[in-house]
């Protein structure tokens, strides 16, 4: 059967540009079922040939690609429109076929040892002349940078000039995060005094560009830090690299409500949440705290000590629950309800609430997720002793449910699901091999 027609393949083209990245795996079997299965490798070949394109694309525009596919630190948006490097590609083309020939075969071949990346920078170049000279080939990518920003030409421009030191920044941007040495910091020392000497506004593009492409974007401070030598909260915060540490501040501050703003009815998921909160919150000020010089009174410093006063408050808030909650989730006998002795024998007539289990199982969840930064948080001491409480209780707990086993006039599984449910809890307070054991002895060898 005939494949797509020459109008269709143009209309699918154009459709395949505009999907994200992760995106283009899941077109090819919408668009085959759309369009029925004789168009499947049509189709196929068309969401390939854009694959490799954007690869292509992605080595020669990298000083400034990841402005078009990520957030920017002061706004929900990129900086340019994410149809930018592919419009740009096409003009190139009309206008130095012959250099993008050359720039597309070296591409191929980037992990080889004669790359040439000058060629990459020509590229970039060739596009400041034909913005600057208002090349009809160029006409889309203009049109496409007005519609986004006033100032989107004279962005992008700003941001092709410095493609060589762009270039060079992203190549040892991995190294600076991971092991930040004094040869590592003499070179970010030096890329600030090559950005500002390019232009006035030459380091904050750099920063710019380095924030969108940090896996962690709090670790911006440690560059920020190499750049200034340790600068203070205050002296940062009054240049255009604010703006990175009032992103982060914002976050922190979310961070804190998002405690307040978890369902913990949804047990373990609740758990992990909260865990994940609490550790990005310890990341970004231990950052904060390690690579700026913070004032008791200086706009970040005042705004982090709150904070960490705040989330100390919310976790401990939490694991306070913790002995409201044990025996709700896990009934006890009437006699011990008001004991805070050892008494807690199970109470397998009373099923236990089901709200109490989800919210007692996502504080537990998240005490063992926190375990190494408990200290951090200002939660440690308080999570060691509801730690060693709750073990004490599941562990007598476990033992009285264990002896039941041996009752006629008990149901033995309802004992050995009670079991089952204290087993769960203890491999959050001790490990996997203990609650194993656990549920292990409750295996039925007949009553004695």
């Known amino acids: 059967m005939p494949g797509l027609t020459d109008s269709q393949g143009k209309i699918v083209r154009s459709i395949v540009q505009t999907v994200p990245d992760a995106g283009l795996g899941q077109l090819t079997a919408v668009l085959s079922a759309q369009m029925g299965e004789h168009t499947m490798a049509d189709v196929r070949d068309i969401v390939m040939m854009e694959m490799k394109d954007?690869?292509?694309?992605?080595?020669?525009?990298?000083?400034?690609?990841?402005?078009?596919?990520?957030?920017r630190p002061d706004k929900a948006h990129s900086r340019f429109p994410f149809a930018l490097p592919t419009l740009l590609w096409n003009a190139l083309t009309d206008r130095a076929p012959k250099l993008m020939m050359q720039a597309r075969d070296m591409a191929s071949r980037w992990e080889s040892e004669d790359l040439l990346p000058y060629i990459f920078n020509q590229a970039c170049d060739?596009?400041?002349?034909?913005?600057?000279?208002?090349?009809?080939?160029?006409?889309?990518?203009?049109?496409?940078?007005?519609?986004?920003?006033?100032?989107?030409?004279?962005?992008?421009?700003g941001f092709l000039r410095m493609s060589a030191l762009l270039r060079d920044v992203l190549l040892e941007l991995p190294l600076w995060v991971s092991r930040m040495n004094a040869d590592d910091a003499l070179s970010i020392r030096l890329a600030y005094r090559d950005a500002a000497h390019i232009a006035a506004d030459?380091?904050?593009?750099?920063?710019?560009?380095?924030?969108t492409n940090l896996e962690a974007p709090w670790t911006i401070l440690r560059i920020i830090s190499a750049a200034l030598d340790r600068p203070t909260d205050?002296?940062?915060?009054?240049?255009?690299?604010?703006?990175f540490g009032e992103l982060l501040m914002a976050q922190v501050e979310k961070l804190v409500e998002t405690i307040d703003e978890v369902n913990f009815d949804q047990g373990a998921s609740a758990g992990h949440a909260i865990a994940t909160a609490v550790k990005t919150f310890v990341s970004i000020t231990t950052d904060f705290e390690d690579n700026l010089v913070l004032s008791k009174n200086g706009p970040w410093g005042r705004r982090i000590a709150r904070s960490k006063r705040d989330l100390t408050n919310a976790c401990e808030a939490l694991l306070n629950q913790v002995g409201f909650l044990l025996p709700r989730a896990l009934p006890i006998s009437a006699a011990a309800k008001n004991s805070r002795a050892f008494n807690r024998s199970p109470n397998i007539d009373?099923?236990?609430?089901?709200?109490?289990?989800?919210?007692?199982?996502?504080?537990?969840?998240?005490?063992?997720?926190?375990?190494?930064?408990?200290?951090?948080?200002?939660?440690?001491?308080?999570?060691?002793?509801v730690l060693t409480e709750t073990q004490e209780f599941l562990e007598y707990y476990g033992k009285g449910a264990l002896a039941l086993l041996t009752d006629f006039d008990v149901s033995s599984e309802a004992v050995r699901e009670r079991i089952h449910a204290v087993a769960k809890y203890v491999a959050l307070v001790h490990d996997e091999a203990t609650a194993e054991q656990l549920r292990r002895r409750a295996i039925p060898t007949g009553r004695r």
């Open 54 to 71: 954007r690869k292509v694309r992605a080595i020669v525009f990298s000083p400034f690609l990841s402005l078009c596919t990520k957030n």
């Open 126 to 157: 060739e596009a400041i002349n034909g913005l600057q000279d208002n090349d009809p080939a160029f006409a889309p990518v203009i049109e496409c940078l007005d519609k986004a920003s006033p100032t989107g030409v004279r962005d992008l421009i």
């Open 202 to 211: 030459g380091p904050a593009r750099l920063f710019e560009v380095i924030y």
């Open 234 to 243: 205050q002296f940062v915060s009054n240049m255009d690299l604010g703006v």
């Open 350 to 385: 009373l099923s236990p609430e089901p709200i109490a289990e989800a919210r007692l199982e996502a504080i537990l969840v998240f005490m063992a997720a926190v375990r190494s930064i408990a200290s951090a948080s200002g939660i440690g001491v308080l999570r060691t002793r």
